[in-house]
Nanobody, 126 residues
Framework: QVQLVESGGGLVQAGDSLSLSCAAS????????MAWFRQAPGKEREFVAA????????FYADSVKGRFTMSRDNAKNTVHLQMNRLKPEDTAVYSC???????????????????WGQGTQVTVSS
C-alpha cells in the first residue's frame, strides 16, 4: 500500500508561480513512477507530468511544457511540481499518483496508476 498526500495548492493570480508537493509512504519509493494529474470542474482528468523511477526521465503534457517542472527526492519520498507562469486554464484539482508497473507508452494514462492522493486545489485568477 502507498499513501500519497499532496500539499501546496492555493489561489494565485495569472503569471504567478506555485509549488506542489506529494509525500509518499512507500518504503520502496524509488521504484515507483510518479505523476501529476488535474481535473477541472466538468472536465475529464488530465495528465500533467510524470517522472520515472530513479534517473528515468520526466514527461509533460504539451499544455504545461516549458512552464511546469516535476522533480523527485527519493531520500524524502517526495515529488514536487513547480508551476510557473500560471494561467486561468490551469485551475483544477491537482492529484498525485503512483505506480510500480507503468508502461512507458501509456505513462500519461490515469489507468496506469493504482495509488492516488486526495488532491489539492489550484485556482488561478485572471
Amino acid at each position: 500500500q502507498v499513501q500519497l498526500v499532496e500539499s501546496g495548492g492555493g489561489l494565485v493570480q495569472a503569471g504567478d508561480s506555485l509549488s506542489l508537493s506529494c509525500a509518499a509512504s512507500a518504503q520502496t519509493f524509488s521504484r515507483y513512477t510518479m505523476a501529476w494529474f488535474r481535473q477541472a470542474p466538468g472536465k475529464e482528468r488530465e495528465f500533467v507530468a510524470a517522472i520515472r523511477r530513479s534517473g528515468g526521465g520526466t514527461f509533460y503534457a504539451d499544455s504545461v511544457k516549458g512552464r511546469f517542472t516535476m522533480s523527485r527526492d527519493n531520500a524524502k519520498n517526495t515529488v514536487h511540481l513547480q508551476m510557473n507562469r500560471l494561467k486561468p486554464e490551469d485551475t483544477a484539482v491537482y492529484s498525485c499518483a503512483a505506480s510500480s508497473t507503468v508502461i512507458l507508452s501509456a505513462i500519461n494514462a490515469p489507468t496506469q496508476y493504482g495509488y492516488w492522493g486526495q488532491g489539492t486545489q489550484v485556482t488561478v485568477s485572471s
